[in-house]
Nanobody
Framework: QVQLQEAGPGLVKSSQTLSLTCTVS??????????WNWVRQPPGKGLEWIGY???????YSSPSLKSRTSISRDTSKNQFTLQLSSVTPEDTAVYFC????????????WGQGTLVTVSS
């Protein structure tokens, strides 16, 4: 069974770049039919999809975050990463990595999430 685990600093200063890594075990990020996603949930709010990277390495991001988002991968480590630049306190959230199923469009495996607080 695939498992995902987020890692990164829990505190980032405003205007800096937030960087998170998701390590995948029990499955390969090169397996066809899946995408590798980042999702966040600000305190007291709903889930917000950030973006994903495909098996071929193509990336897609939410239009509202696209200008600040970079998603990449390291297939040798079975990891993918999120960089969100120019953060503000509004970017404070629990950040999740998740596996997407291409045929259904759903997310079928999630990391436990990591809280990132942006200080002003």
């Amino acid at each position: 069974q695939v498992q995902l685990q987020e890692a990164g600093p829990g505190l980032v200063k405003s205007s800096q770049t937030l960087s998170l890594t998701c390590t995948v075990s029990g499955g390969s990020i090169k397996t066809n039919g899946y995408s590798w996603n980042w999702v966040r949930q600000p305190p007291g709010k709903g889930l917000e999809w950030i973006g994903y990277i495909t098996v071929s390495g193509s990336t897609y991001s939410s239009p509202s975050l696209k200008s600040r988002t970079s998603i990449s991968r390291d297939t040798s480590k079975n990891q993918f990463t999120l960089q969100l630049s120019s953060v503000t306190p509004e970017d404070t959230a629990v950040y999740f990595c998740a596996r997407g199923v291409e045929w259904s469009g759903g997310l079928d495996a999630w990391g436990q999430g990591t809280l990132v607080t942006v200080s002003s």
